[in-house]
């Protein structure tokens, strides 16, 4: 397994990368201008648009590249940012294969401004070709056991639609919807990244880590942060390369991760 911390500006560090070298990549980029990250950030659809080509550029065949990413508000509308890059994502040649919800159980409370409290970020998954590896999330059923009367199977055809199968048992377990719920800062694991003003939570990156690569894979974060995908993929038995621009931040990582690599 191999740990690689680099600091430096993302861009111009995929450039020495190996193409088709990253199985997954799990990433939160800034979202919009909305913070200033020690001052080094420089953000906007020039700079996103370049970080999209260099991820397809080393994103393997039938890799992922996980997106967390939400929209700042101004002037009383959205900016629409993140839908922005899921577009062009699919212009240079991603599919985008799912767009997931990150739901915070503990959202910071919002001063009214004539709409509900925004709980929730979106993680676009990304594949380059065909998804080559997905490791299910199983969760139980509700109901399981349960034997039900007549058919519960609707055929979705583009002619008339009737249920064709007959109702079976219901299944012990099933697979997890593509919302996923966390709590946010809590957790102690999580605590150890409150150096970084845009930490997301551990159990994120180990999810998506779990989901869409095996052990010895290479997964990658070109905004380490403060180094939350790197723990986790160490952690799985993944080989790991982080980016960070800021100082500040890379030493976090590097003792979140540890020296032992």
């Keep these: 397994m191999t740990i690689e911390l680099i600091q430096g500006d993302c861009i111009e560090e995929m450039t020495k990368m190996q193409k088709e070298s990253v199985d997954l990549t799990v990433t939160s980029p800034p979202y919009d201008n909305l913070r200033t990250y020690e001052g080094s950030l420089q953000w906007h659809e020039g700079i996103w648009k370049q970080v999209l080509k260099g991820l ?16 700042a508000t101004i002037k009383g509308s959205e900016t629409g940012t993140s839908f922005k890059q899921a577009l062009y994502a699919m212009e240079i040649g991603f599919n985008l294969h799912d767009t997931m919800i990150f739901q915070k159980t503990n959202p910071i409370p919002q001063i009214y401004r004539k709409r509900y409290s925004n709980i929730y970020e979106y993680m676009f998954v990304f594949s380059k070709g065909k998804v080559e590896i997905h490791n299910p999330i199983m969760i139980d059923c509700l109901h399981a056991g349960l034997k039900l009367k007549g058919s519960t199977y609707k055929n979705y055809s583009k002619k008339k639609q009737k249920r064709g199968k007959q109702a079976k048992p219901v299944k012990n377990q099933k697979i997890k ?5 966390y ?7 999580d605590q150890k990244a409150k150096g970084h003003p845009a930490s997301f939570p551990a159990q994120l990156a180990y999810d998506h880590i779990i989901s869409w690569s095996n052990k010895c894979d290479t997964v990658f974060d070109p905004f380490l942060g403060s180094g939350t995908t790197g723990v986790a993929a160490k952690k799985l038995g993944r080989n790991f390369i982080g980016i960070e621009k800021v100082k500040k931040y890379v030493n976090i990582a590097k003792d979140r991760i540890g020296n032992d690599y």
């Design 56 to 71: 397809y550029r080393v994103t393997k065949e039938g890799g992922v590249v996980i997106w967390v990413v939400g929209d």
């Design 177 to 181: 919807g593509n919302i996923w719920k």
């Design 183 to 189: 709590v946010v800062g809590k957790k102690s694991e």
